[in-house]
């Protein structure tokens, strides 16, 4: 490969319309190197950017762009087997990558810090909340015990938990997602660094705290003049928070300039395909013939109630998931089930396909009362009605090759293993990819890969209904894209009905023909996807809509593409 320094093919003239003063955080013609084997030599290649005082620097990208790994050099943690081969590291003047280990350990954290994209793996679960906190100023032996204490307390306030105190004492899995995200935010900020690295902190959660998460970033950035590389691939977050955007491709950068140059005028076609691939969150009229048919599956006053906790003097705790919500479901159409996190939504899938059992109400399939099958008839049934989840990698059985994976449903109704495993190449070539991926494992396909694996999973079957729990909410947004126009091809092919649960508002816009709105286990509202996003009458609908970030910008984006 040609080691000369290459500038990046586009930079917009206002990418030099920056704050006053000179960068906290320079990086110089990095590049990185991969192991021998890997896909391609570098994956960052002579990588360049400034990040200011005060200034909040969103890098996007697809996965495998290299920008997670440019943000895991500057905080010092590549992985084993990944080096750094050229380029500087700068902050406030030093080169970071000619510090010793020891004065690195003590930069990481206090000058510079991280939010990391899934907080439930990045915090211990066996920790309490303020422990974990609290282990951060003792890492760098600062305050006394007491004096943590009562810091990890301050600052989780500062994130704006609901009930601090309470956090503090909880495990991370006693809290939602929103709220462990405060608290990976409450750790970065512990020891009051100059630089914040937030990697994809909103992915995974709904519309209104993936709101309340930009606006506590932004604000926090304001308050104490931090410089913010923010890592995304969602322009909706890069619209509603970014001061400079960096576009990276295959580990170089093809774009630079202010949000606005980059967003409303963008000037490589990478870029303009990722802007194009954003759902428009607009709803076309499905039209009339969904109602006009009998249901294929009717659900009439569905509840659901987990019980935790309870003891011998003490009676369990109890929470209604579900609250007798009622639908329909037209064969060939797709009915989105929207909401926040705890809305219900995925219980309620989770019912459908009987993985859990519905405390109350009746789930008709054709007339038969599904809800309360049990033995050999609850397992005939469930060939008419297939889930595709949210996270394909852990849904995926590691130790199996993906045709067998596929063609275990098959082979256990009877199917002789030889027509079932032909049958898994052919469903995997139907959903885009070779014949040839039955002889590999789940870990040797992108995550855009294993969620077409999933798809072709739940195939195999042959299948009446689709539940799609979160099925592309972990995606970047071409792959989402293609995920989204394969559902629909396969919906028309195999005249398949859809329940697509998300909590993304403009993913359901794009798919979804009706759209049910959840909340704490209700249905709130129902109606055509184009009158709930045109017309919405509950606010928490309307709350929901004004909560996806960017839209303005997006709006603009859309108009300008169009015309």
């Not at 907080?119 to 003792?138: C, G």
């Not at 009051?192 to 705290?209: G, K, M, N, S």
């Not at 889930?387 to 849904?395: E, G, K, L, N, W």
């Amino acid at each position: 490969m040609n080691a000369e320094p290459r500038e990046p093919a586009f930079f917009h003239p206002g990418a030099k319309n920056r704050p006053k003063g000179d960068p906290i955080v320079q990086i110089q013609k990095l590049s990185i190197a991969l192991p021998e084997g890997a896909d391609r030599v570098f994956a960052v290649d002579r990588v360049s950017f400034d990040i200011y005082p005060g200034e909040i620097v969103c890098v996007v990208g697809e996965s495998g762009s290299g920008k997670s790994m440019s943000a895991n050099a500057l905080m010092g943690l590549l992985p084993d087997m990944v080096r750094v081969a050229a380029g500087r590291i700068l902050l406030d003047g030093e080169d970071l990558l000619e510090m010793s280990s020891n004065a690195f350990y003590d930069i990481r954290g206090r000058r510079v810090a991280m939010i990391f994209q899934e907080p439930m793996t990045a915090l211990n679960p066996l920790m309490k909340v303020s422990a974990q906190i609290e282990e951060v100023f003792e890492a760098h032996n600062v305050l006394t015990p007491s004096q943590r204490k009562a810091r990890a307390l301050e600052l989780l306030t500062e994130v704006g938990l609901p009930d601090p105190q309470r956090a503090a004492q909880s495990y991370p899995f006693q809290l939602s997602g929103g709220q462990r995200q405060r608290v990976m935010i409450a750790m970065a900020l512990a020891l009051e660094p100059e630089v914040l690295i937030a990697d994809e902190p909103t992915t995974a959660l709904d519309v209104t705290t993936q709101a309340q998460i930009l606006d506590l970033i932004r604000n926090l950035q304001r308050t104490h003049n931090m410089a913010v590389m923010f890592i995304t691939h969602d322009f909706g977050v890069v619209a509603e928070i970014a001061d400079q955007v960096t576009v990276m491709q295959h580990g170089r950068i093809v774009e630079q300039g202010t949000a606005d140059e980059v967003l409303l005028s963008p000037q490589h076609s990478y870029t303009r395909k990722l802007i194009d691939a954003i759902p428009s969150g607009t709803a076309e009229d499905a039209g009339a013939a969904a109602g006009e048919q009998a249901p294929l599956l009717e659900v009439d006053k569905l509840s659901k109630i987990y019980r935790m906790g309870g003891g011998l003097f003490s009676k369990p705790r109890e929470v209604h998931a579900v609250k007798e919500v009622s639908f329909t479901l037209a064969r060939g159409e797709t009915l989105g089930i929207v909401g926040e996190s705890g809305s219900g939504k995925s219980s309620v899938g989770r019912c459908l396909v009987r993985l859990q059992d519905p405390d109350g109400g009746r789930v008709m399939l054709d007339g038969e009362n599904i809800a309360n099958l049990k033995g050999e008839a609850l397992r005939t049934m469930r060939k008419r009605i297939q889930m595709i989840f949210q996270d394909p990698y852990s849904s995926l059985n590691p130790r199996e090759k993906v045709g067998r994976i596929i063609a275990s449903g098959p082979i256990a109704f009877g199917e002789d293993t030889a027509t079932a495993l032909k049958e898994a190449a052919r469903l995997l070539e139907l959903v885009g990819l070779d014949a040839s991926a039955t002889e590999r494992f789940p870990h040797e396909f992108s995550g855009g890969q294993r969620q077409r694996i999933g798809i072709a999973r739940a195939l195999a079957l042959k299948p009446e209904i689709i539940v799609a729990d979160e099925a592309v909410s972990a995606l970047d947004v071409s792959i989402q894209a293609q995920v989204l126009e394969l559902l629909e091809e396969l919906k028309q092919t195999f005249n398949l009905s859809l329940v697509f649960i998300t909590h993304d508002l403009r993913v359901a816009a794009k798919i979804c023909d009706r759209v049910l709105v959840m909340q704490t286990g209700e249905a709130v509202e129902m109606g055509s996807a184009k009158t709930i996003f045109e017309n919405p009458q509950h606010p928490y609908t309307r709350n929901l809509i004004e909560a996806i970030p960017g839209r303005e910008k997006e709006a603009r984006m859309a108009e300008l593409a169009s015309a």
